[in-house]
C-alpha cells in the first residue's frame, strides 16, 4: 500500500513558476514510478510527466517538455514537479500517482497508476 500527498499548488499569473511536490508514504521499489496527471475541467485526466523511483529517469508529456521538470528525493520519499513558464491551459488539478511496475509501453496511461493522491489546484491567469 502507497500512500501520496500532493502540496504546493495555487495561483500565478502567465509565465510564472510554481513547485509541486508529492510526500510518498508505504513500501516503494526501484521499479516503480510516480506519476503526475492533470485533469481540467471538463476535461479527461491527462499525463503529464513520471519519473522511475529507482533510476530517477524522467518523462514527459509533449505539452510539458522544456518547461516542466520532475525529480524525486529518494531519502525524504518525496517528488517534486517544478513548473516554469506556466500558461493559463496548464490551469487544472493535479495529481501525483503510483506505478507499481513500470513499462516503457504503457507509462503514459492512467490504468498503470494503482495508487492515487488527492489533487492540488493551479490556476494560471492571463
Known amino acids: 500500500q502507497v500512500q501520496l500527498v500532493e502540496s504546493g499548488g495555487g495561483s500565478v499569473q502567465a509565465g510564472g513558476s510554481l513547485r509541486l511536490s508529492c510526500a510518498v508514504s508505504g513500501r516503494t521499489f526501484p521499479g516503480n514510478a510516480i506519476g503526475w496527471f492533470r485533469q481540467a475541467p471538463g476535461e479527461e485526466r491527462k499525463f503529464v510527466s513520471t519519473i522511475t523511483w529507482g533510476e530517477g529517469t524522467p518523462y514527459y508529456g509533449d505539452s510539458v517538455k522544456g518547461r516542466f521538470t520532475t525529480s524525486r528525493d529518494t531519502s525524504t520519499k518525496t517528488v517534486y514537479l517544478q513548473m516554469n513558464n506556466l500558461k493559463p491551459e496548464d490551469t487544472a488539478i493535479y495529481y501525483c500517482?503510483?506505478?507499481?511496475?513500470?513499462?516503457?509501453?504503457?507509462?503514459?496511461?492512467?490504468?498503470?497508476?494503482?495508487?492515487w493522491g488527492q489533487g492540488t489546484q493551479v490556476t494560471v491567469s492571463s
Open positions: 500517482a503510483a506505478d507499481p511496475l513500470w513499462n516503457r509501453w504503457t507509462y503514459r496511461h492512467l490504468r498503470e497508476y494503482i495508487y
